[in-house]
């Protein structure tokens, strides 16, 4: 198996943050959207995010072989980790939009 190319190992790293981020900035402007059209698109986005993160953390993961190198597997690991915390976060940003009504001001 080929070693794993560094823009991957750090899209591992990068993207769980960057999708709690963009999540996190939405989150006070769709609940308008959500309110006028009675569908949960944040909470909806949330889990598109949190899947987007859990995929981008364990991808390096799937694709490592055993002779990768010391600090590929370290950051591959370190990773895998952010994918699984930026992946629950989300989850938990999902849950609450899901059970409050962005309609009651």
Same mark, same amino acid.
């Given at each position: ?7 991957? @190992? ?5 993207? +769980?943050?960057?999708?709690?981020? @963009?999540?996190?900035?939405? +989150? ?7 309110? *006028?059209?009675?569908?949960? @698109? ?5 889990? +598109? ?6 995929? *981008? ?6 694709? %490592? ?6 600090? %590929? ?7 895998? #980790? ?17 059970? #409050? ?5």
């Amino acid at each position: 198996m080929n070693a794993v190319k560094p823009a991957t @190992v750090m899209a591992g790293v990068l993207t +769980g943050p960057a999708a709690w981020a @963009v999540s996190t900035q939405l +989150g006070p402007i769709l609940p308008y959207t959500e309110c *006028a059209l009675a569908w949960p @698109v944040s909470g909806m986005l949330a889990i +598109g995010l949190a899947l987007l993160s859990l995929v *981008a953390g364990f991808w390096p993961w799937w694709r %490592t072989s055993s002779d990768s190198p010391a600090g %590929t597997v370290f950051v591959v690991g370190l990773g895998r #980790l952010m994918g699984l915390l930026f992946g629950f976060a989300l989850v938990l940003q999902a849950a609450s939009s899901f059970l #409050l009504d962005p309609c009651a001001h």
